[in-house]
């Protein structure tokens, strides 16, 4: 199986800066995509950035130049990197990968199970 885990999130001041990490660990052959959601209370999940293997990224119009999206292939580990944050950026953020196990021959989507994020005002 698995598992992807998000670390890095918590509490922020607005200005300040955090960085989420998500280790993938488990029967992978590779990953292909990864990226990065957030659902804030009573919204619907939206995709704040993603990462192909090759590096190419793109961003949600709300974060562009103030979150960077990056990953380590030889770890399977991505990051984000918040920068500048704001209160409507709080939210759960949570990691995805499309991952092909040693045991398939596709890509399946796998999800984190998240990590708060509260900025202060």
């Known amino acids: 199986q698995v598992q992807l885990v998000e670390s890095g999130g918590g509490l922020a001041q607005a200005g300040g800066s955090l960085r989420l990490s998500c280790a993938a660990s488990?029967?992978?052959?590779?990953?292909?995509?990864m990226g990065w959601y957030r659902q804030a209370p009573g919204k619907q999940r939206e995709l704040v950035a993603g990462?192909?293997?090759?590096?190419?990224?793109n961003y949600a119009d709300s974060v562009k130049e103030r979150f960077t999206i990056s990953r380590d292939n030889a770890k399977n580990t991505l990051y984000l990197h918040m920068n500048s944050l704001k209160p409507e950026d709080t939210a759960v953020y949570y990691c995805?990968?499309?991952?092909?196990?040693?045991?398939?021959?596709?890509?399946?989507?796998?999800w984190g199970q998240g990590t708060q994020v509260t900025v202060s005002s």
């Open positions: 990462i192909t293997e090759g590096g190419t990224t």
């Open positions: 995805t990968g499309d991952i092909v196990l040693h045991t398939t021959y596709h890509p399946d989507r796998y």
């Open positions: 488990g029967n992978i052959f590779y990953i292909s995509t």
